[in-house]
């Protein structure tokens, strides 16, 4: 038996060790039981991030479910690689250069990953720093205060003649300010240092959102019943009073997009929508059509259908007028980093310079026999009403679809190919 039909036995022994039931097992990771029941007789392939959940909640590391250290130092490399194919890697030579030099091979698989954890650790600071309400507000509050001390000094530093009163006046000024300074500063160094858990991401409200969803494979199955009004919001509340959110920007920013998800939910039935999808092949023009909804909407949509494996997920992208990302969803061959080498060339940057203008592109990762190709929608649409007395702030939203689902643009010509182009910095 081949090494890799062994892994769904190493999952069912490990786990009738453990005495665990599958059905415990399965919901733990997010999947069904019978799915479970499929990887455990070896009748669907598993990689990627649903082996590391089962190895996790196992207890054991991924290399000892699959086929072994040398598997995982090549999906190592071949991560690496992914996401950095502007470069030109050599991926058909991955295995030749780690039989070659297991060493190097495994000092670069180690470099990438630190400097993921690091990009992770830049990027969860960056955005806490942007959006943290109360660190924005103590910041706010320490510079004001420097800028009316300097300003009272710069007065008593004056040489002309001043009155004694106006002297006193602004000195007992600048102590206040000098006192209040003090406070803010004390406070901004306490709510810094206070215990909220390591630097990992999970303390910005984008990467705890990110997480939840991970956790539910993008399906909110509590919020499938097309619930609306008050019922949709009790709903809501409890489902997050039953999350672990680390605070209440992160409460705040899972609760927009659950109330979002329950108006789309409610506008697409799921079995309705699962349906359609599939009689008009996955095109969001067509869906948008038939239930009456803006395309963004219809990709928000289309990403919570539960997929049968890891080659039938479907991904996405959005981002803010700025371009930063604020929702994404990787799939297999088609990376998404928010903080670093996010491609200019991407669908979902056309979009946003062309607001209401529909795009769809075949995107090719890669090339030669390494390349894969995937079918992706754009749309920049208003994330807000329209208004007379503001600006429009608009979010562009990119649907990415595996080649699983669409198998027909592998004789699509002329590809975007997003090997060797610019990225954004």
Not at 177 to 186: C, F, K, P, T
Not at 249 to 259: I, S
Not at 321 to 350: C, K, M, N, V
């Amino acid at each position: 038996m081949a090494a890799r039909e062994l892994t769904g036995h190493r999952i069912r022994d490990r786990r009738v060790a453990l005495g665990r039931k599958q059905g415990e097992l399965a919901a733990q990771v997010g999947i069904s039981p019978s799915y479970l029941n499929l990887i455990e007789h070896n009748r669907r392939r598993i990689g990627g991030k649903l082996l590391v959940d089962i190895a996790r909640a196992l207890g054991v590391e991924p290399s000892i479910l699959s086929e072994g250290t040398e598997a995982t130092l090549l999906a190592q490399l071949l991560t690496a690689a992914t996401e950095r194919m502007e470069l030109d890697p050599e991926v058909a030579e991955i295995e030749a250069f780690a039989a070659r030099y297991p060493g190097w091979a495994a000092l670069l698989a180690d470099q990438t990953s630190r400097i993921a954890t690091l990009e992770r650790q830049v990027e969860a600071l960056t955005d806490r720093l942007a959006h943290d309400p109360v660190l924005s507000g103590a910041m706010h509050e320490v510079l004001s205060t420097v800028t009316a001390i300097r300003s009272t000094a710069a007065i008593l530093a004056d040489p002309q003649e001043m009155e004694q009163a106006w002297r006193d006046r602004f000195q007992r000024n600048l102590y206040e300010d000098s006192v209040r300074l003090a406070e803010s500063s004390q406070a901004l160094v306490t709510y810094l240092d206070r215990d909220q858990g390591p630097v990992s991401g999970m303390n910005t409200p984008l990467e705890a959102l990110e997480a939840f969803l991970r956790e539910r494979q993008y399906h909110v199955a509590a919020l499938e019943a097309g619930q609306e009004g008050v019922a949709a919001r009790e709903e809501i509340e409890a489902i997050l009073d039953m999350s672990s959110l680390p605070n209440d920007a992160a409460r705040e920013t899972v609760r927009a997009y659950l109330k979002r998800y329950a108006e789309d939910a409610a506008q697409m039935p799921l079995a309705q929508f699962a349906e359609a999808v599939v009689e008009h092949a996955y095109n969001p023009a067509q869906l948008a059509e038939k239930f009456s909804c803006d395309l963004a909407a219809v990709m928000r949509r289309m990403v919570s259908l539960p997929a049968e494996d890891d080659s039938t997920r479907i991904g996405i992208a959005v981002c803010d007028g700025t371009g930063a990302l604020t929702l994404r969803r990787p799939i297999d061959g088609f990376p998404l980093p928010r903080f670093s080498g996010a491609h200019e060339d991407w669908p979902l940057y056309q979009a946003l310079a062309r607001p209401i203008m529909p795009l769809r592109q075949v995107v090719q990762q890669g090339q030669g026999s390494a390349s894969r190709r995937f079918l992706t929608y754009a749309i920049c649409l208003p994330a807000s009403p329209l208004s007379f007395d503001a600006p429009p702030v608009h979010e562009a939203s990119m649907l990415i679809l595996p080649p699983a689902l669409v198998p027909e643009i592998a004789n699509e010509p002329s590809p975007l190919v997003l090997s060797g182009a610019k990225t954004l910095t």
